[in-house]
């Protein structure tokens, strides 16, 4: 992630990533003040088996870009909002990260959306993993579940069809 300020949001896909028993790194660097430390957590990443990476950042929100240059693995862009006080409220850094030069992809979740770049990464990885696989489908019925209660509970409640 980009700064401290971050994590409140990323704990979101901490959250996902440990209740699937996904094994992760994070740290804070940035694509403008600490360029030389993204290319060495990139490459420690990739001697340490990292298959995925997720970068978390706001406003020009260029750390998944930087990453992704520097990798040929699937990068993640989780855009922020702002903590400072702005008008576009998190824009700036979709834009930033969905906008990339061809040859260089980063998938990008919703402003904010650390919680789907995890449920991203799972779908990534469970693509060689059988387990991984069949937890994520079994994560995907309960949502199912729920939401059919939801509905039950709406139509209980007086709620017309």
Request: proline fraction near 6%; include cysteine; hydrophobic fraction near 50%.
């Amino acid at each position: 992630m980009g700064s401290d300020s971050d994590m409140p949001i990323v704990a979101e896909a901490r959250n996902v990533l440990e209740a699937f028993g996904i094994p992760f790194a994070a740290t804070i660097r940035s694509a403008h003040r600490t360029p030389q430390d993204v290319g060495l957590i990139v490459a420690d990443g990739e001697v340490r088996g990292c298959q995925v990476f997720i970068a978390a950042a706001g406003m020009a929100a260029h750390l998944a870009g930087a990453v992704a240059a520097l990798t040929v693995k699937p990068v993640i862009a989780i855009p922020l909002t702002s903590t400072k006080e702005t008008a576009v409220n998190g824009l700036d850094a979709l834009l930033s990260s969905v906008q990339m030069p061809t040859g260089i992809p980063v998938a990008t979740v919703a402003i904010n959306g650390a919680a789907n770049a995890a449920y991203l990464a799972i779908a990534i990885l469970a693509l060689q993993d059988p387990s991984l696989n069949q937890a994520l489908r079994e994560h995907r019925v309960k949502l199912e579940s729920k939401t059919r209660e939801k509905a039950k509970a709406l139509k209980a409640a007086g709620w017309p069809d």
